[in-house]
């Protein structure tokens, strides 16, 4: 026995090392194993199997005779091994089984796939000694050609468990020939399976895989298709496993490759066992599509521009350079009237210029003419960010002196002349003039010195600078080429008047004389006694002051009606040249008086005579009284017609004196009222009654 197990071992070895189509089937029984691992196994398994087995005392042969059935591939059987079925040992030993006896028929050279299902769980659990199930040639019947054994074979489930195998699968390579399959009963009388026996066409390995294209040149996010040519074409399974080594930079499946980053990987093709392989490399580039963002650089520090590839997330990033200095071409200027915009330089840390409009935009202030600080402000835009703020200044120049074209100058009244200042330093900022005149009756003096005389005298022009209250001053002299007026208010009788004689321009005067009032006008008299000739009294006129006007000169006498006759009449002045007015007097002519020619002594009375006076004459009063003094209550008058020239008086007291006169008297009218004019009275007669 040990003999023969000793001789199994190198037998097999040999069989395994001397070529590897001869043992065929023993690659084929262990399937997918890896051929150094199936090359132990393999070893130790058949030590195993054949301590157990001897191939050579089964004398199929014999018992092959038995077989009972025919299987057709494909088709399934149930059945069970029961007492009464075959029943002995394949090694002729003394353990013996009962059996159930298959033939088959293989078509054709392929695979044998063999599943069996057990109902018994104790079917094959104490299998190990030998089998489930023995396979022969018939050709050869004496010599097992396949068993059965739960290490070697796959119909099992689970042997972990113990339980071993009840049902399962596997599949061996069998040539074209009859076969016989043996199932064995196990230590139960009545054990039901289930047998399928079918035919599989044998495993065609890959031998060659090639690839088209053999590389790839992509971009990122593109796909392209990799053909695969498995060889040979009849190939069992010519499905073929990809992989790619760098899932990152390209992914691939069932041959389509996605470009994911750059970078170069490689998409390897392999076959299902693993043991044929190609490889396509593939080079994954990026036309970058960049977009740019901008971290704007600002006063003092650095910005950049980053510009991402939205494909790739390349990321490049440009430094901006920091601005360092700010400048204003001038930061003072002097006042000159016209506005003021100093230009601006920006320089970057790195001395580089920025560009206005570009990089940076400014505003100026306006009315940048006028005196004062203005703030010029920079906006950086673009690449820049920021304000700054830069100041200039524009100050005064200051008034050092004013003169004027004309220190003095000579005017008429009512001229015009204009003074021009001159004002140093030229560009002096406030050029402003107050122009003043120091006697503003003489002169005036308008904001633009234009000189006028008002008035004879002297005056002067002083210019004064608003900036500095410097000052020049002009003299001058005005004069009057006189133009003289006579003008009068003429006295009158209650006022007194007055005679000027002025220039019309300058108001000098030459004359001014009063003329004073006029206080009193006489007559050389104021009555008389009417002589038959025409009476013109003379007239006297003084003013206030004594002084007497001069007739025909300054006053007419006029005179009305016939200042012959007895009556009131007008004298008027009428007051001419210096005077105004007129005044009038009154002169009367009384009746010429007569005279006592004779009086007589009478009883009781007394007889008067006078001297006869008719002419402008109504009548006569002959007045007595016993009183000399003519006291009116012890007086008679009696009225005598004109052509009588005596009187007798009688009823008087006797023996008593009288005393009698007598005078003339005329009516006449007087502003419509009949007025008595008497004469004076004559002498006065005595005379003393008789008894
Ligand atoms: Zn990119
Ligand atoms: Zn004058």
Known sequence: MIVFVVFMILAVCVLYLASGKTNRKFETMIGHMGRKVSALFLAVALVLSSVMVSPSTVKAAGWLDYATQTISLGTAVSASIKEGDYYGSPEGGNSKYYWNIYKFTMPKKGLLNIYLESLSEEYLRYAHTYNGFLIFSASDPDNMLWCSRYRQNQIRKDYSTSRAMYYGSTEIALEAE????????????????????????????????????????????????????????????????????????????????????????????????????????????????????????????????????????????????????????DTLYYYDGKEHTPSVTVLDNEGNALGQGKDYVISYPDNTQDIGTYTVTINFIGNYEGTKELDFSVLAVSVESVSLDMDDMTLEIGEQKKLTAAILPDNATNKSIMWESSDSSVITVDDSGLVKAIAVGTASVIATTVDGEKTAICTVDVICDHSYQISLIPATQNSNGVLTEECSKCGDSKRNEIIYAVSDISLSSTSCSYNGKMQTPSVTVKDTTGKKLQNNVDYTVSYTGNQKDVGIFTVTVNFEENYSGSISKQFTIYPKATNITKIKAKKKGFSVTWKKQSTQTTGYELAYSASRGFARNKTTIVTVSRNKVNKTISKLKKGKRYYVRIRTYKNVMVNGKITRLSSGWSTVKEVTTKK
Request: with cysteine; net charge negative; proline share 5%.
């Open 178 to 329: 009859d076969y016989y399959f043996a199932v064995r009963q196990c230590y139960t009388n009545d054990t039901p399976y289930y047998l399928t026996l079918s035919y599989k066409e044998p495993v065609m390995n890959v031998s060659s895989i090639t690839l088209s294209p053999s590389s790839l040149a992509m971009e990122i996010g593109e796909q392209r298709t990799i053909i695969p040519t498995v060889l040979p074409n009849n190939a069992t399974d010519k499905t073929v496993v990809w992989k790619s080594e760098n899932p990152s930079i390209a992914t691939v499946e069932n041959g389509i490759v996605k470009a994911v980053s750059i970078g170069t990987t490689s998409i390897s093709a392999s076959s299902l066992d693993g043991e044929i392989k190609a490889a396509c490399p593939v080079t994954v580039e990026c036309n970058h599509n960049y977009k740019s963002s901008i971290s704007p650089a600002g006063i003092g520090y650095n910005g950049y521009i980053s510009k991402n590839c939205t494909k790739c997330g390349t990321e490049t990033k440009d430094q901006i350079a920091a601005i360092d200095s700010i400048e204003l071409s």
